[in-house]
């Protein structure tokens, strides 16, 4: 069995060289204004920075409410944080019994294996932890109580891989993960959680592919993605190597003020996953991470709108609308109700907002 040490990140390529990182490469982009530094340095000396050429490009420079630069560029209202945000708002750190473990759900557990991204989501919930400053990697001696805890515990079926973005792995180290997953015999299924192929779909090469598999292992991908734009002709060819060599692919998507807050682009966006061959799994309701409620709106609109969609997608189109109670007490649906009593019967609303009772009258 491999002795894990270090896991390496992968090289960067040559395009990533070009990743916006502070606020004077973003003005030089074209993508902030220079009256905004002093603000923007103060945002990023509390939060990490990183906009990839690929995310850069796919930005409308003309647009000034652009929902892909809303995702990923900076602003000054990040720095006004409100009483009810919370540093861990899902509360990991309650469920975390050994370092980059969180065991919440009693058949799955994730294994947050690195603390870096290739892009930083301005709304991300693990902003306090991630990025420069957290810890790259686990150290070896984590990693190797990481693994025991998983092994010790026969009721984990599933592990799920996050951190960070695991497909910041190099090819090599990932499949050596994989290895040490294969031989705990009682884990079955291996999730992975990541950005990259939206944002760096470079990195999502044929060995990473390859290393993403292992015998006795079933490997599922779920790719986080808000807006349909983000599916680049690159980010869909890197989905379509996955699909290609097997690999189910799930999304999980954020429902955020300005970006995706209206049926329209939530339908097309949920449409554009299942032609690349992805299942739209969660839409996340936003966490109460520090700094983030400029992209909240509350949960009466997200059952609106999902009322709205059931409609007119889909079911392979539709995902599962979620809210992550603070404080570690889980997921749950926010799925629209449909029922009220009537009676002996049940009134039932259809999508159009007809009343109908159940059972019918004979």
């Known amino acids: 069995m491999p002795n894990l040490l270090l896991p390496n990140l992968l090289p960067l390529p040559a395009r990533d060289q070009g990743t916006l990182r502070s606020g004077d490469d973003l003005v030089a982009a074209g993508l902030a204004d220079a009256r905004d530094l002093e603000a923007l340095a103060h945002v990023a000396g509390r939060y990490a920075v990183a906009v990839t050429p690929t995310l850069a490009d796919a930005i409308d420079r003309a647009d000034p409410t652009d929902p892909i630069a809303r995702q990923f560029v900076p602003h000054p ?36 294996i690195v603390g870096v991204c290739a892009v930083y989501c301005r709304f991300c919930f693990r902003r306090e932890m991630v ?38 792995l190099s090819p090599r180290r990932m499949g050596e993960v994989m290895a040490r997953l294969a031989a705990i015999s009682h884990v079955k299924i291996v999730r992975f959680h990541t950005r990259v192929p939206i944002a760096a779909p470079e990195r999502v090469s044929d060995a990473l592919v390859d290393a993403l598999k292992a015998p006795g292992l079933t490997s599922y991908v779920a790719v986080h993605v808000n807006h349909a734009r983000e599916l680049t002709p690159v980010a869909r060819a890197a989905l379509a190597r996955m699909a290609d060599a097997g690999i189910p692919l799930l999304s999980q998507s954020v429902l955020l003020r300005g970006v995706n807050d209206d049926a329209d682009t939530l339908a097309t966006l949920f449409r554009s996953l299942v032609e690349c061959r992805v299942k739209p799994y969660y839409l996340h309701h936003p966490d109460l991470a520090p700094g983030t409620a400029h992209f909240r709106l509350d949960i ?21 609308y979620v809210l992550d109670i603070p404080g570690g007490a889980g997921k749950v649906p926010l799925t629209p109700g449909h029922l009220a009593p009537a009676g002996t019967r049940l009134a039932v609303s259809d999508n159009c907002g007809g009343v109908h009772l159940y059972p019918p009258e004979a």
């Not at 009466?300 to 599962?320: D, F, H, V, W, Y």
């Open 300 to 320: 009466a609109r997200g059952q609106e709108l999902m009322r709205a969609l059931r409609g007119r997608l889909s079911g392979i189109a539709l995902p599962t």
């Open 77 to 112: 209202a990040e720095l006004e944080v409100r009483p009810e945000e919370l540093a861990d708002p899902i509360g990991d750190e309650a469920h975390s019994p050994v370092p980059g473990i969180v065991h919440r759900y009693p058949d799955r557990a994730l294994l947050k």
């Open 131 to 168: 990025g420069p400053g957290a810890a790259a990697v686990l150290s070896p001696e984590a990693l190797e109580r990481a693994f025991a805890y998983l092994a010790t515990h026969p009721e984990i079926w599933e592990v799920i891989l996050t951190g960070g973005d695991p497909f910041m």
